[in-house]
């Protein structure tokens, strides 16, 4: 469902100022919006408030910048009361809140992981130890490395170990054995990518 941004911190004075009142502009006359809160005259007579704040506040008076600061406060809360009544009455159609003068919110799109590829496998640093590592992968939020002591079968009873990199050393192997090692890329909501099945014999 379509929404509207309510928030309007990202703006500096002067475009805070253009935005209301466009926003007021694109509503005054709107078929598409005849219940509005808080009315809209109310909103218009803020936008006015603060239009004639922020001109004075031109001067560099601290008074007047505090005027116009609290101006635009009230405005922003009227704004955001508007949005909220705006969303209802569009019911989420793109069109309607287009009409609105509101900026829509850019919809998130999911980001899907892809696997790993090939699983690079190399020896360790000292006996007994073996470096497993593939490619990074975006949207990766860790790493399980698995390791298997015989051929892999559809009930291969994997040991895994989870890291935060795309890297990991085992370690307390047996030398001149022969080891199945594959890696798993965990993405947003437990999304899971398997690389290929990798044989290394350890050193």
Not at 106 to 114: A, D, L, S
Not at 131 to 142: E, P, T
Request: aromatic content about 8%.
């Amino acid at each position: 469902m379509k929404k509207v941004s309510i928030s309007f911190s990202p703006f500096t004075d002067v475009n805070f100022g253009k935005k209301s009142q466009f926003i007021v502009t694109s509503l005054t006359g709107n078929t598409s919006f005849t219940e509005l809160v808080p009315a809209l005259a109310d909103v218009k007579a803020g936008v006015t408030k603060y239009t004639d704040a922020l001109a004075l506040a031109g001067n560099k008076d601290r008074i007047a910048i505090a005027e116009k600061n609290k101006s635009r406060l009230e405005l922003e809360a009227m704004l955001k009361q508007l949005g909220l009544s705006v969303m209802a009455q569009a019911n989420g159609d793109e069109k309607t809140l287009v009409t609105s003068g509101f900026t829509l919110t850019k919809t998130r799109e999911p980001r899907y992981i892809t696997n790993p590829g090939n699983v690079m496998l190399s020896n360790g640093i000292t006996s007994g130890t073996m470096v497993s590592a593939v490619k990074a992968v975006k949207g990766g939020k860790s790493y399980v490395h698995e390791i298997a002591t015989t051929l892999p079968v559809d009930d291969t009873v994997w040991t895994t170990n989870t890291s935060s990199t795309s890297s990991f050393v085992f370690s307390n192997l047996t030398p001149g054995k022969q080891y199945w090692v594959r890696v798993a890329v965990i993405g947003a909501r437990n999304q899971k990518a398997y690389s290929t099945v990798s044989t290394w014999y350890a050193q």
